[in-house]
Structures are given as structure tokens and as C-alpha cells.
């Protein structure tokens, strides 16, 4: 399968700790998002990378969350000293730049922060 | 700036039944109009789109038209199945779709 691929799964974590996820983009991809969901609502976006750049950050990434994408290939997303509110399903897309193209999601990995 | 609303649910339905969900949606120009669908435990995946006005976007027996005099999305299938439920968002984007507005999903269930 050459889907987008992200790991963890799922991640509960205690208030205060720091937490990584990894997106796995499809490897001939270009651009990557990462979206967060919370319980009942649709994906909000987070932030952009065009290969290696992060392009876009949205006002919902606090300076507490910091994302990467290093050789232009797999991105993470930190979050530091975490808060019950961070809470959600954080997802990652991505998209080459043929035209008619689409947007493929991985499947999400779950944070819980207790 | 950029918004969708879509109908609240859950939507529950019988089999072979007539589908409608609503969707409008806040823009300026011409963004790109999409329908994910989002299976239990798996990731969104892309249902269908529409890249302009009147276009319209099918796939696996659903439809949508893309109206800009009424600013609507919605999605329709005339005839449902079981295995159709799932979460249905509908979003707009911007360059070929990377970046995309969603609404808050309407869960659909269908009963045999």
C-alpha cells in the first residue's frame, strides 16, 4: 500500500508532556497538509509544506505546536507541553501537482490528552 | 473569509431510499468544491468534485452540482445502500484542492 501512512495510531498522553507524530506522504507528493479534527466537526487546517518549506500556518497552531518536514519527504508534527484541549484527531494529506489531481488523507492518529 | 455549512445529522435512512445532504457554502471567486466520505475507522477519502459552476461531480451513484447563483453543494444519490454509511463532508478549496475548508459532517446510516 502506498497510501499516507501516519503513526501513531492513536497517543494518550498526560497533561504537560510533549508528544510527535510522523506523516508518511506518498512518496511522489510535494505537498503535504496537516488538519486537525475535533469530536463532531470537520478537519480544520493546521499548516502547508511545499517540499521542504512550510508555507501556510494557520492562527490554531499556538507556538506550543511545531511542525517539520526536513528532507521534503515524511513530516512531524510536535506538540509541546500538551493540554486537554489538544484533544483530536490530527490528520495529514497530501497532493502532487498534476493537474486534476486530489488530496489523499492517512488515517489520522488520535491524541488524548489526560 | 472562506466557510461551508452543511446539514446536521445523523441522517438516518431505509434501504434504497433517496438521499439529500445540503451543503452551501461562503466564498469569494471560484474555489473548487469537493464531497469526502469518511468510512468508520478508515481515513477521508475523496467521494467527488466539481472545479466550476454547473459542473457536476459523480461517482459511485452520487451527484452534486456545483450552483454559484445559490451557493450549494449538495449531494444526492437516488438510491442507498448499507454500506454507504459513513461521514460525508463537504469543503471547498483552493489550488487543486491542498488546502481545504470543511463543514462539520453529516453522519448518514442506512438501515436494511
Known amino acids: 500500500d502506498t497510501g499516507v501512512s501516519q503513526n501513531p495510531r492513536h497517543k494518550i498522553t498526560k497533561r504537560g508532556q510533549n508528544v510527535t507524530f510522523r506523516c508518511d506522504p506518498i512518496?511522489?507528493?510535494?505537498?503535504l497538509y496537516w488538519y486537525r479534527q475535533t469530536l463532531g466537526q470537520g478537519p480544520e487546517f493546521l499548516t502547508y509544506?511545499?517540499?521542504?518549506?512550510?508555507?501556510?500556518k494557520s492562527r490554531l497552531l499556538s507556538d506550543r505546536f511545531s511542525a517539520e518536514r526536513p528532507k521534503g519527504s515524511f513530516s512531524t508534527l510536535e506538540i509541546q507541553r500538551t493540554e486537554q484541549g489538544d484533544s483530536a484527531m490530527y490528520l495529514c494529506?497530501?497532493?502532487?501537482?498534476?493537474?486534476?489531481?486530489?488530496?489523499?488523507f492517512g488515517q489520522g492518529t488520535r491524541l488524548t490528552v489526560v | 473569509g472562506d466557510s461551508v455549512t452543511q446539514m446536521e445529522g445523523p441522517v438516518t435512512l431505509s434501504e434504497e431510499a433517496f438521499l439529500t445532504i445540503n451543503c452551501t457554502y461562503t466564498a469569494t471567486g471560484y474555489p473548487s468544491l469537493f464531497w469526502y466520505v469518511q468510512y468508520p475507522g478508515e481515513g477521508l477519502q475523496l467521494l467527488l468534485k466539481?472545479?466550476?459552476?454547473?459542473d457536476k461531480g459523480s461517482n459511485k451513484g452520487f451527484e452534486a452540482t456545483y450552483r454559484k447563483e445559490t451557493t450549494s453543494f449538495h449531494l444526492e444519490k437516488g438510491s442507498v445502500q448499507v454500506s454507504d454509511s459513513a461521514v460525508y463532508f463537504c469543503?471547498?478549496?483552493?489550488?487543486?484542492?491542498?488546502?481545504?475548508?470543511f463543514g462539520q459532517g453529516t453522519e448518514l446510516s442506512v438501515k436494511p
Open positions: 494529506a497530501s497532493i502532487g501537482d498534476r493537474m486534476n489531481t486530489e488530496a489523499f
Open positions: 469543503a471547498l478549496g483552493r489550488n487543486q484542492g491542498g488546502k481545504l475548508i
Open positions: 509544506f511545499q517540499n521542504e518549506a512550510q508555507l501556510e
Open positions: 512518496s511522489e507528493h510535494n505537498r
Open positions: 466539481a472545479t466550476k459552476a454547473d
